[in-house]
Structures are given as structure tokens and as C-alpha cells.
């Protein structure tokens, strides 16, 4: 069976049961190791946040459910009141079912953010000559930085889930709010394209991946047929 196989949107992280930072960097530098990246460039940075960064947490989560109900009167109703109760009773993180994207109050957070190749000496002088659209740390598209940031996601997955720990992905992330807040965020020239999450999956969650799962095909939020994907020519 496919290590992918065991993989889902893990909604609700271990608080109790931490991965230790050593960990973390054991994961990270084997998944540095084994990306691809074109002329090994690698136009991306990777912000960490760890356990204690639950301040920048909530904010993002704050943000996330913004882009699902710009409403504020129904952001409040379905997302935010319910965790200002958790706030106001000190309800452990461990006993929490925080709707909407509650993984980003994972352990750990990476946020996925595209920038200009660090310069490559042995490359520089080509590209400069040439004029090419890739030179390092002149100009910077989109594109290829996030085709690799989703190849980067891929090689951590499968590390961390050989580790037994799981992951979790975000694209709504209101980035340009996000930027706008953090100095250490702003120092780079585009916006995050995505936040991972990392850490152990709660013990007493199981049963609510299980009825997610069945809910998704009920609503019909499944993939499209094969055939509707592949196509020969």
C-alpha cells in the first residue's frame, strides 16, 4: 500500500503530543535533500512557526475564515464566536472542534512563500547574458516557484508521514492581509502561496475523519472521473 494512501486533512493536532524541533529540521533538511528544483535553484522560502507562535495562528485563522464568509455577521456565527468561547473558558486545545480550517493551529506551520533564487555564481554570468526570465535574484514569475513549492509539499509529505506524523494543507490564506501584518513577511517580494501543517493527528479525532470523508461524497465534493482527467492524444 501507498504511504499516500494513509493521508488525509488532518482538522485537529496533537497539542499534548508534540514533535520536538529537532524533528522538524530532521524532516525538513531530508526533504531539502531529495526536492527536485530547476538548476537546483530552489525560488522559494519556507517560514517555520512553531508551537509557540500561537498569536500569528490565530490570526491566519482569523483570515481564513474571512475568505470563507466575508460577511462579518456570519463569520462570527459559524467560526469566530464558537473560539472566542473556547478563549473565554480556557478550553484546553486538546478538547477543541474549531470549524473551518482549525488546522492552522497545528504545532508546527510552514508557510510556502516564492522569491528571487539565492545567486548561483556558476549560473549568474549565463543568465545575465542570455536575459533570461529565471535569472537569479533578478527577476522572479510565479510559475515555476510554485510548481516547486508543490513539489516540495509532495517529498515532505511522504517524509513526515513515514515518521507517523501528519500534514495538512491551506491554500486560503487572505495572503496579502497576512503580508501586511508581519515585518518578516514583508521583506519578500511576493505573498505566501500555501501553509502546511505539521504534528500528530489527535487520538479522539478518528470517527470525524471518517464522517468528513462520507460528508464530502455526499455533497459531491469528490474528484473528477478519470477519464475526465486523462486524455490521450
Not at 37 to 61: A, C, D, F, R, W
Not at 158 to 169: A, D, M, N, T
Request: net charge positive; with cysteine; aromatic share 10%.
Amino acid at each position: 500500500m501507498s504511504i499516500f494512501e494513509t493521508r488525509h486533512q488532518t482538522r485537529y493536532f496533537d497539542h499534548e503530543k508534540i514533535p520536538s524541533k529537532e524533528l522538524i529540521e530532521k524532516l525538513l533538511h531530508k526533504t531539502h535533500e531529495l526536492v527536485p528544483s530547476k538548476q537546483n535553484l530552489m525560488p522559494y522560502v519556507v517560514k517555520i512557526l512553531g508551537p509557540e507562535h500561537t498569536e500569528i495562528k490565530m490570526y491566519m485563522y482569523e483570515l481564513a475564515c474571512e475568505v470563507e464568509y466575508p460577511d462579518l455577521n456570519l463569520r462570527n456565527k459559524y467560526r469566530l464566536d464558537k473560539i472566542k468561547q473556547y478563549e473565554d473558558n480556557n478550553v484546553s486545545h486538546n478538547k477543541r472542534f474549531q470549524h473551518g480550517n482549525s488546522q492552522l493551529f497545528a504545532p508546527y506551520i510552514l508557510l510556502l512563500v516564492p522569491r528571487k533564487p539565492i545567486k548561483n555564481p556558476k549560473l549568474s554570468k549565463t543568465y545575465e547574458e542570455r536575459g533570461l526570465a529565471s535569472f537569479d535574484g533578478k527577476k522572479l514569475t510565479s510559475k515555476t516557484p510554485n510548481v516547486e513549492i508543490g513539489m516540495f509539499s509532495v517529498i515532505l509529505t511522504s517524509v513526515c508521514i513515514e515518521e507517523g506524523l501528519s500534514i495538512s494543507y491551506t491554500s486560503c490564506l487572505n495572503p496579502i492581509k497576512l503580508t501586511e501584518k508581519y515585518d518578516w513577511l514583508k521583506k519578500e517580494s511576493t505573498t505566501p502561496t500555501l501553509a502546511l501543517s505539521l504534528g500528530y493527528q489527535r487520538p479522539d479525532t478518528e470517527d470525524k475523519v471518517i464522517k468528513r470523508k462520507i460528508n464530502h461524497i455526499l455533497k459531491g465534493v469528490v474528484k473528477p472521473e478519470k477519464h475526465q482527467t486523462f486524455e490521450w492524444i
